[in-house]
């Protein structure tokens, strides 16, 4: 049996990555009661809401199944939200681990909870770097 076929056992301990931007996650997904925590604040209790409801779509799709194991999330660099897709790929990431039919549904939803995002800001040119990278100075006609 190889490593791909074997299904995870209930008494696993899986460590999943997510990135977005320069946010990178690492979730550690153990068998437990169902207790979701980023950066040690439990996710029911986390500031932003928006946060909130992003990291929760891979528990929703997912069903009751996240309910039996205990995900503690630890989150560095980037942004709110590039911290929140890092969360949520990482938590989609390490549930795949114990059911793989959960890809399907989750490719459906949004395919960026497993799939890596390598787009990035273009970098400003020298000119005129504090406009942006293509900005040019403005011309009159008349």
Same mark, same amino acid.
Do not use: V
């Given at each position: 049996m190889t490593k791909k076929d074997a299904k995870k056992e209930r008494g696993d301990m899986v460590v999943a990555t #997510? +990135?977005?931007k320069r946010a990178i996650a690492r979730a550690r997904i153990t068998p437990g009661s169902g207790s979701v925590k980023i950066n040690s604040i439990p996710l029911d209790i986390f500031p932003n809401e *928006? !946060? =909130? %409801?992003r990291v929760r779509e891979p528990l929703i799709l997912s069903g009751d199944k996240w309910k039996s194991f205990d995900i503690e999330v630890n989150v560095q660099g980037g942004g709110p939200m590039g911290q929140a897709d890092a969360a949520r790929?990482? *938590?989609? +990431? #390490? %549930? %795949?681990e114990f059911d793989p039919e959960l890809r399907e549904k !989750? *490719?459906?939803?949004? =395919?960026?909870?497993i799939a890596y995002d390598p787009r =990035?800001?273009? $970098?400003? +040119? $020298? $000119? =005129?770097s504090s406009q942006g990278p293509r900005r040019h100075k403005q011309r009159s006609k008349r």
């Open positions: #997510g +990135k977005r *928006i !946060f =909130r %409801l790929q990482s *938590i989609a +990431k #390490g %549930l %795949l !989750f *490719i459906a939803y949004d =395919r960026n909870l =990035r800001t273009e $970098p400003h +040119k $020298p $000119p =005129r």
